[in-house]
């Protein structure tokens, strides 16, 4: 855990650096947030129903929601972003869930162009869990901590608000196990910065 956390401290410092000197003398500094939804990755469970159907979450799968602190330099073209989300997605039946969550650290730096603005950054997934309950209760599984990569690509709706598309690149393992499974998948995100 100590050294995964001081690789995410190095990577957020040397993404800090990238963004530039500008960001020292920022124009604007102030809150964001963002909500988004991922898909793809592997296979984590498949639940089987009563009724015969069946249901199944990925790695990477996920409503998330989130905010943080955005930085724009003095010439408005480039934008660091550092965030912390809660990301989860569920199976729900009658008589039991099962519930992936997640809190994903993002810092990425946006290369900001006439409407619309590309970016890549580290995310740092924390205390991700798969949980059950009811007649899927002695489902809980702990996972490590994990590091990857994000791309983002976003429509610039104004000046303050976006909307776009990403991809993560990561891979999760279990505690016990280390079993590994990829959670490599695209999403969209929605953010607003203030």
Known sequence: MKTTLHRVVTALSAILFVSGLEVAHAAEIGPMFKVGYDTGGETLVTVTFTNGEQSSIKANEGFYFGGGVS????????????????????????????????????ALVFYRLPGMRVGAGLTYHMSPKLDGSGVAGGLTTEVKDAVGGVLQADWRITEAMNLGL?????EYKDKTTSTAAKSNGVGVVFGSRF
């Open 166 to 170: 990403r991809y993560t690149a990561l």
């Open 71 to 106: 930085i724009l330099n003095d010439a408005k073209t480039v934008e660091t972003e550092v965030s912390l989300s809660w990301k989860f997605q569920s199976i729900t039946a009658s008589n039991g869930n099962v519930t992936w969550t997640r809190f994903p650290l993002d």
